[in-house]
């Protein structure tokens, strides 16, 4: 709530830094066909870091440990940087495929990163005994395997995006309140929204004006190249029940002057490493730039 310093995207990107866990689990890799897939990851990790959690973080309320348990840092919610804004969780998930094994990543920012020991722990428990593979996909999968485990400290971020910036998405891309079809601009403020917060956890505020962005993202025209909708089911287990979940998958350009191009590219190029759009906590608005494209 108090950073020490403000910073503009250059100092954030020289601050950055991030872990990331990468777990490669023998012929899985069918799951990552699955959308929902990546929530029911999130929903084993969070059990299982509950399991070695204090009364009071499972109670909602800030873990009296010193330091605080993992789940009170890294699941439980951390307050609002304004009334409408909650600061984001400091991690994020990332499924592949590597042949028929399939690799899950676990991203964790700023001084999560101090938890990555604890964290290691708690997704292995959960990828190898409390994880539905198959989900309601009917499926065959076999008992999961860990063949390896990768852990990957980043320090800094390269800002070097594209000069026509075109987001690749490999997870489904969505808003909370708006088509992100109809609205494809509204992801770059709520992309610099989720920056800004997570700039927090590298105990930095980040400078950026709301409503010079604004104007930025309408000079700026965008486009979908392609896109498909996608809809599935994720569990909440705090509601007990099932909430239906719709996204795009698909290439979206961005065109404009190359001042205001340069500009929106860098904002992205954090958004490459921690996700765009809503429900970024259950893998969504993962993409990469795709170099190139045409008019």
């Given at each position: 709530?108090?950073?020490?310093?403000?910073?503009?995207?250059?100092?954030?990107?020289?601050?950055?830094?991030?872990?990331?866990?990468?777990?490669?689990?023998?012929?899985?890799?069918?799951?990552?066909?699955?959308?929902?897939?990546?929530?029911?990851?999130?929903?084993a990790f969070g059990a299982e870091l509950m399991d070695g959690a204090s009364p009071e973080a499972l109670a909602g309320q800030p873990c009296p440990w010193e330091p605080?348990?993992?789940?009170?840092?890294?699941?439980?919610?951390?307050?609002?940087?304004?009334?409408?804004?909650?600061?984001?969780g400091p991690w994020v998930i990332e499924v592949d495929a590597e042949g028929a094994d399939l690799l899950v990543t676990l991203r964790l920012f700023g001084f999560a990163?101090?938890?990555?020991?604890?964290?290691?722990?708690?997704?292995?428990?959960?990828?190898?005994?409390?994880?539905?593979?198959?989900?309601?996909?009917?499926?065959?999968?076999?008992?999961?395997?860990?063949?390896?485990?990768?852990?990957?400290?980043?320090?800094?971020?390269?800002?070097?995006?594209?000069?026509?910036?075109?987001?690749?998405?490999?997870?489904?891309?969505?808003?909370?309140?708006?088509?992100?079809?109809?609205?494809?601009?509204?992801?770059?403020?709520?992309?610099?929204?989720?920056?800004?917060?997570?700039?927090?956890?590298?105990?930095?505020?980040?400078?950026?004006?709301?409503?010079?962005?604004?104007?930025?993202?309408?000079?700026?025209?965008?486009?979908?190249?392609?896109?498909?909708?996608?809809?599935?089911?994720?569990?909440?287990?705090?509601?007990?029940?099932?909430?239906?979940?719709?996204?795009?998958?698909?290439?979206?350009?961005?065109?404009?002057?190359?001042?205001?191009?340069?500009?929106?590219?860098?904002?992205?190029?954090f958004g490459q490493r921690c996700h765009i759009g809503a429900d970024a906590a259950y893998g969504c608005g993962r993409f990469d730039f795709q170099r190139e494209h045409?008019?």
């Open positions: 709530m108090a950073p020490a310093a403000i910073v503009d995207l250059d100092g954030l990107a020289e601050a950055w830094f991030e872990t990331d866990i990468i777990w490669t689990i023998a012929g899985s890799s069918a799951a990552i066909g699955d959308p929902g897939f990546p929530g029911r990851v999130r929903g605080p348990c993992a789940f009170g840092v890294i699941f439980q919610k951390q307050g609002r940087m304004d009334p409408g804004l909650e600061f984001p990163t101090d938890y990555a020991g604890a964290a290691a722990e708690a997704m292995g428990k959960a990828l190898t005994a409390r994880l539905d593979y198959a989900g309601s996909s009917g499926q065959f999968f076999p008992r999961p395997h860990v063949i390896a485990r990768t852990i990957l400290a980043r320090p800094g971020l390269a800002l070097s995006p594209p000069s026509a910036p075109v987001l690749d998405f490999l997870s489904p891309v969505l808003l909370t309140s708006i088509d992100v079809i109809e609205h494809p601009r509204s992801l770059l403020t709520t992309a610099a929204a989720r920056i800004a917060g997570l700039a927090r956890w590298h105990d930095l505020e980040l400078s950026l004006d709301r409503a010079a962005l604004v104007d930025l993202s309408h000079r700026l025209d965008f486009f979908w190249l392609d896109a498909v909708g996608l809809r599935w089911k994720r569990r909440s287990r705090k509601q007990n029940r099932e909430i239906r979940m719709a996204g795009t998958i698909g290439r979206l350009a961005i065109d404009g002057s190359e001042p205001d191009l340069h500009l929106a590219g860098r904002i992205f190029a045409g008019t």
